[in-house]
């Protein structure tokens, strides 16, 4: 049969399917009736089938068959595939990272998102929609359906413990929203943060089951961890680390640009081969997680714009929400606390650093505002905004107040401790290049958190305060034309596990029963599809607790009963968190307030002394709520910070081979507050070697062993905040050379000092003393490589060259943590080596 004859054949001969080539090279698709047909026979065999179980199961054959074609009849819908129900929307699910109610333009800020805003004139705006007020959790309900401590995320990935509502590990009897989508005949892809994936299985031996793929997605391109640089990120591709991406055309390599396009040709991709098929994309940005990193050209466009500071900024705000109608006019702005400071008690020289901070993140999220509307203009380009239904949250939590009152030049110095005064952050901050550097790789920024607390407007507080709703409330916007009425405010009470319900039901996809051949915890959201259309459907989601590092709360028929640890968000001091060790803080002892959401919108006027039945009541509940969603122990999220942590491994030594990079921060040998060791077997060629042997993370955070000039040295960079460098006292000879550097830790405590001595074959020639190391983590993003120093340097003194690759061979890299060694034997080899660096005219 010949082409002309193939493409006039009638549907129901038999002729193959395929794509035939012409003689000219080009593609011929001659069997696209027959495609159609193949396509609604699956699709009428779908719709008969039971989509409560996953896998849905093909569908019985239903031809004929003899023993040879005579007589014999087809089943189309065998080569099929699952199709969803019919009108099933593509669905865009949208996510902005550590912002706040008050700061989006569309919901009175005055940040300038012109996409989000078209977005809700043309949809229905929510402003009683919660998160969790912490970012893992809050991706771990959306995607779920359930409460985020039922599905192990108590806590972020990185603290994950040994009690099951802490463990990071998503439940098998908890399919997600984009398993159940997949199952159903969806495209499935994440791009950008995802945060769902324990901090120790982010390497190439998985497991994948906690990996993107794992819950659902086809395809995923972005960041494992809690957060990345948007100048320098470690980018993920599937179940591959890619490493940190370079442009060809010399301009600076910049994250949100890149995702919206990845986002982009991944859409193309799909269309190019099924023209009509469902999408589900998750695109979650790291805007406006710190560090706070954007082009100077974004942030300038804020110039003075907040020099009237946090307290004019809230009521400029607040005005404007009362014109918009996304707050009620009978509401009252909750005042200042004593924690946040007086934007007048400042001193010029303070005003003018805080200024900058809050002008480099609007700059970034005004940014991210872009980079998504690209990707809505693409979806329109192709024909497909009106067939997609746009789900988009403006925060997983409010915005962050975890870069103290003075705002940090790195924002991990607060999640490791370390107390930093307004002077020593200016004085950092000039050291590092001043104002003009804030946003740029030379630092890793956070803004104040009186900003946060501004940005969060009307309400009390922010990030990690799940008490308030400064923690908890956040914008979201529904956009699905044809299927969205009014213009009126949706004020219905509703909750981050309610988007999964809701994609559901305007899918009509149910919630499956069994997936794997396991039966599923129903999710613990409900629907709010119908206040679509009717501004005022019934409040379906009538009860609700929060909790976060002992921060919680407990919504019942519109009663707020806050319960705030008594422990402001910033500070995670040793001081401050000796005070709730286990044995010393008692819950029940914390402040109460109370109050009636209907009648009090902002959380304004406490109520608990006039209704102590109703405080018993709901605190009563919180804990029987705490016990059904495995809230319980309270602070098992935060166990780490008391030393209950996973047992030191009983391999102690960790060896790594020439060529391994990019090794996630979490997944570094645990070498923070005890002795350790790192050695190395080189090969040195004639006339020396040059480059990193091995390097953690960067300047403002991190270990590099290098050699320079035929030198070698160690550089530990204790967050930027203090430098340690030794070098030796002569050159590497050529040939087979041992190294090594040895760390002799003053005590086993957090960050505790030692000595460093470095070795050449057993010898010593050089060394120095480290006052003070890193206690928790060198990076949230940053990761460590063999051979070269990827990503922005550990050492600046390198930059020119990086990523400084070795020139000789290594033949492995070793670390040995060992955990029984006796601190005696710690300080004998200290001893040993000021003995030998005295022999050696050399002093530590």
């Known amino acids: 049969m010949n082409v002309e004859a193939l493409i006039a054949a009638p549907p129901d001969i038999s002729v193959g399917y395929g794509v035939y080539r012409t003689s000219a090279g080009g593609r011929l698709h001659v069997s696209s009736r027959l495609q159609t047909t193949i396509r609604g026979a699956a699709k009428m065999a779908s719709d008969t089938e039971d989509r409560k179980v996953l896998p849905i199961r093909r569908p019985g054959f239903s031809g004929t068959i003899n023993r040879t074609l005579a007589g014999s009849a087809p089943d189309w819908a065998q080569i099929g595939h699952v199709r969803p129900p019919e009108g099933a929307p593509n669905v865009l699910l949208v996510l902005i990272d550590d912002a706040g109610f008050g700061q989006p333009d569309a919901f009175g800020g005055l940040i300038r998102t012109p996409n989000f805003t078209r977005m809700a004139d043309n949809g229905v705006r929510y402003n009683r929609f919660h998160v969790t007020a912490l970012c893992s959790p809050t991706r771990a309900a959306l995607l779920s359906g359930r409460n985020h401590h039922t599905v192990g995320f108590g806590s972020i990935g990185e603290l994950a413990s040994g009690f099951p509502g802490y463990t990071g590990f998503l439940p098998q009897d908890c399919a997600p929203l984009p398993r159940i989508l997949q199952g159903n005949g969806y495209s499935t892809a994440a791009f950008g943060k995802w945060h769902l994936t324990p901090d120790h299985q982010q390497g190439p031996a998985g497991p994948f089951d906690r990996w993107p793929s794992g819950w659902g997605f086809d395809y995923f391109w972005g960041f494992l961890g809690g957060e990345s640089g948007q100048w320098d990120p470690v980018i993920t591709e599937n179940h591959t680390t890619v490493g940190v991406p370079e442009r060809s055309d010399g301009r600076p390599y910049y994250l949100p640009d890149d995702m919206a396009d990845r986002t982009i040709d991944w859409l193309h991709g799909v269309r190019a081969q099924e023209p009509d098929k469902p999408w589900f994309v998750y695109f979650s940005t790291g805007c406006a997680h710190a560090p706070h990193h954007v082009p100077q050209e974004w942030a300038d466009r804020y110039k003075g714009a907040f020099d009237q500071g946090w307290d004019a900024y809230r009521e400029e705000v607040f005005a404007r929400q009362k014109e918009l109608g996304v707050v009620p006019p009978d509401a009252e702005l909750t005042p200042r606390h004593e924690a946040f400071p007086a934007w007048d008690s400042l001193p010029d020289e303070q005003k003018k650093l805080y200024a900058r901070q809050m002008e480099v993140y609007a ?125 009126e405010v949706r004020s219905q009470f509703s909750h981050v596990i309610d988007i999964a319900p809701t994609v ?165 040998p645990r070498i923070y507050n005890h002795s350790y060791t790192i050695s190395a077997d080189l090969v040195v060629p004639e006339g020396g070697g040059e480059g990193v042997i091995v390097a953690e993370a960067d300047h403002l955070g991190g270990f590099a062993l290098f050699v320079d000039g035929g030198i070698l040295k160690h550089t530990y960079s204790m967050m930027g905040v203090e430098v340690y460098r030794q070098a030796a006292s002569e050159p590497l000879p050529t040939g087979d050379v041992h190294v090594a550097l040895v760390f002799a830790a003053d005590a086993a405590r957090p960050a505790t000092g030692g000595q460093v001595t470095l070795l050449v074959n057993d010898r010593v020639v050089g060394g120095g003393r480290m006052e003070r190391t890193v206690p928790v983590r060198f990076s949230g993003y940053a990761g460590m490589d063999i051979g070269c120093d990827n990503g922005l340097p550990v050492d600046r003194d390198y930059a020119d060259r990086s990523p400084f690759a070795f020139t000789g061979r290594i033949r492995q890299v070793v670390f040995d943590i060992d955990p029984h060694a006796d601190i005696s034997a710690d300080l004998a080899l200290h001893e040993h080596a000021q003995r030998s660096l005295a022999v050696h005219g050399m002093s530590a």
Do not use: C
Request: negative net charge; charged residues 20%; proline residues 7%.
């Open 504 to 668: 559901l039901e305007l899918a009509g996809i149910p919630q499956p029963t069994h997936v794997d051949g396991i039966e599923q915890e129903p999710m613990h959201g409900v629907s709010f599809g119908d206040s679509l259309i009717d501004a005022n459907a019934p409040e379906r989601h009538t009860r609700q607790y929060f909790e976060i590092f002992g921060n919680r709360a407990m919504y019942a028929d519109g009663w707020w009963l806050s319960m705030m640890m008594p422990r402001i968000p910033w500070d995670a001091t040793p001081e401050t968190m000796k005070r709730f060790a286990p044995g010393v803080w008692d819950p029940d002892a914390d402040p109460v307030e109370l109050y009636y959401l209907p009648d009090d919108f902002t959380q304004a006027r406490n109520l608990a002394d006039q209704h102590p039945d109703k405080v018993k009541e709901l605190q009563e509940l919180f804990w029987r709520e705490a016990e059904r969603y495995r809230v319980l122990p309270m602070l098992g999220g935060m166990s780490i910070y008391f030393g209950i942590v996973p047992p030191m491994p009983s391999q102690t030594r960790f060896t790594f081979y020439s060529g391994v990079q990019n090794i996630a921060s979490g997944m570094i």
């Open 363 to 487: 700059g970034f999220q005004e940014n991210a505002d872009w980079n998504v509307g690209r990707v809505l203009s693409a979806i329109e380009d192709m024909g497909e905004l009106d067939n997609t239904l746009v789900i988009w949250i403006w925060g997983d939590n409010g915005a962050s107040m975890e870069g103290t009152i003075t705002g940090s030049f790195n924002e991990l110095t607060m999640q490791n401790g370390i107390p930093l005064s307004s002077e020593q952050q200016l004085a950092l901050v000039q050291q590092y290049g001043g104002l003009d550097v804030w946003g740029t790789d030379l630092v890793s920024p956070h803004f104040s958190a009186a900003w946060a607390w501004a940005g969060n407007a009307p309400f009390q507080w922010g990030k990690q305060v799940a008490s308030h709703l400064g923690g908890t409330r956040d914008p979201m916007v529904v956009h699905w034309p044809g299927h969205t009425a009014g213009t």
